[in-house]
C-alpha cells in the first residue's frame, strides 16, 4: 500500500493548532502543510508522512554509538521498538557481563511482552558494552516506516495546503518514563514551523457517492472525524455553488464535551448553513456510565433505517477495534430489528452494503 519515497514530495509545515483545550486527557492537532502542485488529492484519501524519530531518543543512542550519523538515525531506523535481531546481535556481539541470561530468556519467550517499553537506547544502556560500532547495530533495526493519516480537508477549501488531524500517541517506557509515538510526535511537536517533511497522497476507496443528491451518514469519533471535515468542507463547497445536495448526518464523540469538543464551531456553522443537517454527539466519559456513537445510532435507529432504506451511504472512520468493530454490530442489530430481518439476515444485508460501496470504513 505504502510507499515509495521516490513518488513522494517535499511539503512545509505551516501551522499546528491544538485542539484539544486544557485540561484534556488528549493531545490532538490540527496540522497544515504547504504543498506543491504534484500532490494531487480528493477528500477521503490518505496522506503517508516520513517521519523523524524524537531528538531526545536521537541524542540518546548517539551517544552509545561509535561513529553516529544524528541524521540517519533521525529518518532511517526505528528506534522507538525493540525487534529480534537487536536482542540476537547483542547477545552475539556485544553482552555485557551478566546479560546473556535474561537476552536469551527474551529470545526464547513471549518476545514482544518482554520488549514492550523499551526502545534500542535503553537495551544498549541495560544490555550491552557500549559505544557499539554504529554500522554493525544499525544493520539490526528495522527501517524506520511511513505512517498514513486520513486527510482533513479538502482542496477546494484551500488548493495549496492539506490537513491532518493529529492525536500524540505516548506509551510507557522504563522506570515510569513515557516515550512519544515517532510519526504523532514529529507532526505535533518536533517539526519546527516552515521546516520540510517529505509527504505523499495516496487514494482511497473512501469517496463521497458521485451523485451528491445521496444522502450520507458519518460516524467518526476521535481523531475518526479527520476524512468528515474534508467531505464537510467539500459539501460547503457545493451548497456555495448551488449544487442539489442530499442531507448530511454526522455522529461526533470523544471524552468530555468540555475539552474534546473538536471543531465545534466549524460543525455548529456547518448545521446552520446546512451542510450538515443533523448531528449527534457522544461524550462517552462526562457521565457515570459511557456513551458511544454506537449508543446514538441506536437511539436514533428508526430515523436511521429510513435513511439507509432511502439510499443513504455509512461511513465510518477512527480505531478499528472496538469502535468500528461495535459500530458494525449495531447497524446490523438496526437492520434486524427496524427491517425485521433475522441475524443472518441483518448480516447479509450490511455486507451486500458494504459490497456495493454503501458501507465504507476507514480504520486503524
Ligand atoms: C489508514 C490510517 C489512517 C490513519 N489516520 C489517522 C489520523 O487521521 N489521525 C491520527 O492521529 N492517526 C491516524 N492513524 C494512525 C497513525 O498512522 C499512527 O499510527 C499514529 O499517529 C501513531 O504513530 P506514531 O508514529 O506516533 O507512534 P508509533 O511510534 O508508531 O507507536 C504507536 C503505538 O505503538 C506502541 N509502541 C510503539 N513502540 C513501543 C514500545 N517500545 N513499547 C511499548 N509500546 C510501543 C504504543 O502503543 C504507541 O502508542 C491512521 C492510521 C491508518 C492506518
Ligand atoms: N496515549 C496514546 O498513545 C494515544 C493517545 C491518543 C490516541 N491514541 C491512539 O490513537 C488512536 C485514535 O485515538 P482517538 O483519540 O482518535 O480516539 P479514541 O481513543 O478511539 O477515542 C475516541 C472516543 O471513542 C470512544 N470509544 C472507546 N471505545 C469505543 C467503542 N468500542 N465504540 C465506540 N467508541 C469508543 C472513546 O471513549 P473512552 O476512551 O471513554 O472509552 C472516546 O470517547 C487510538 O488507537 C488510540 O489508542 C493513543
Given at each position: 500500500?505504502?510507499?515509495?519515497?521516490?513518488?513522494?514530495?517535499?511539503?512545509?509545515?505551516?501551522?499546528?493548532?491544538?485542539?484539544?483545550?486544557?485540561?484534556?486527557?488528549?493531545?490532538?492537532?490540527?496540522?497544515?502543510?504547504?504543498?506543491?502542485?504534484?500532490?494531487?488529492?480528493?477528500?477521503?484519501?490518505?496522506?503517508?508522512?516520513?517521519?523523524?524519530?524524537?531528538?531526545?531518543?536521537?541524542?540518546?543512542?548517539?551517544k552509545l554509538l561509535k561513529g553516529a550519523d544524528f541524521d540517519q538515525l533521525s529518518r532511517n531506523f526505528t528506534i522507538l521498538s525493540v525487534h529480534r535481531p537487536l536482542v540476537q546481535w547483542i547477545l552475539e556481539n556485544a553482552a555485557r557481563e551478566g546479560a546473556s541470561g535474561q537476552l536469551s530468556e527474551w529470545l526464547d519467550g513471549d518476545f514482544n511482552t518482554m520488549a514492550r517499553g523499551y526502545v534500542v537506547a535503553d537495551m544498549l544502556e541495560k544490555f550491552a558494552n557500549v559505544p557499539v560500532a554504529a554500522g554493525d547495530l544499525l544493520a539490526n533495526l528495522k527501517p524506520l516506516q511511513p505512517r498514513l493519516y486520513s486527510i482533513a480537508s479538502a482542496p477546494e477549501a484551500n488548493p495549496h495546503t492539506v490537513e491532518l488531524v493529529v492525536a500524540s500517541a505516548f506509551y510507557p517506557g522504563l522506570d515510569g518514563k513515557f516515550y512519544e509515538g515517532a510519526a504523532s510526535s514529529f507532526l505535533n511537536k518536533y517539526l519546527p514551523l516552515g521546516g520540510e517533511l517529505r509527504i505523499q497522497a495516496t487514494k482511497t476507496h473512501f469517496k463521497l457517492p458521485s451523485d451528491p443528491r445521496v444522502d450520507v451518514i458519518f460516524i467518526g469519533p476521535g481523531t475518526g472525524i479527520a476524512p468528515f471535515r474534508g467531505f464537510l468542507q467539500h459539501r460547503d463547497f457545493l451548497q456555495k455553488n448551488g449544487t442539489p445536495m442530499g442531507r448530511c448526518w454526522?455522529?461526533?464523540?470523544?471524552?468530555?464535551?468540555?475539552?474534546?469538543?473538536?471543531?465545534?464551531?466549524?460543525?455548529?456553522?456547518?448545521q446552520k448553513s446546512g451542510v450538515l443537517d443533523r448531528l449527534d454527539l457522544a461524550f462517552s466519559r462526562d457521565q457515570d456510565h459511557k456513551v458511544y456513537v454506537q449508543d446514538r445510532i441506536w437511539e436514533n435507529r428508526e430515523e436511521i433505517w429510513k435513511w439507509i432504506k432511502g439510499g443513504a451511504h455509512v461511513y465510518v472512520c477512527g480505531t478499528a477495534d472496538p469502535m468500528a468493530r461495535d459500530v458494525l454490530g449495531t447497524f446490523t442489530k438496526v437492520a434486524g430489528t427496524c427491517g425485521n430481518l433475522s441475524t443472518e439476515a441483518s448480516e447479509s444485508y450490511i455486507k451486500t452494503l458494504q459490497k456495493c460501496r454503501r458501507y465504507l470504513q476507514d480504520v486503524y
Open positions: 500500500m505504502i510507499s515509495d519515497k521516490k513518488l513522494s514530495t517535499m511539503g512545509r509545515l505551516l501551522r499546528r493548532v491544538c485542539l484539544s483545550k486544557e485540561g484534556s486527557a488528549k493531545s490532538i492537532y490540527l496540522v497544515t502543510i504547504g504543498m506543491g502542485e504534484e500532490l494531487v488529492y480528493e477528500p477521503g484519501d490518505w496522506l503517508v508522512i516520513f517521519p523523524q524519530n524524537p531528538p531526545d531518543q536521537v541524542g540518546r543512542l548517539a454526522l455522529f461526533f464523540g470523544d471524552q468530555h464535551r468540555a475539552t474534546d469538543y473538536i471543531f465545534e464551531e466549524d460543525l455548529t456553522a456547518y
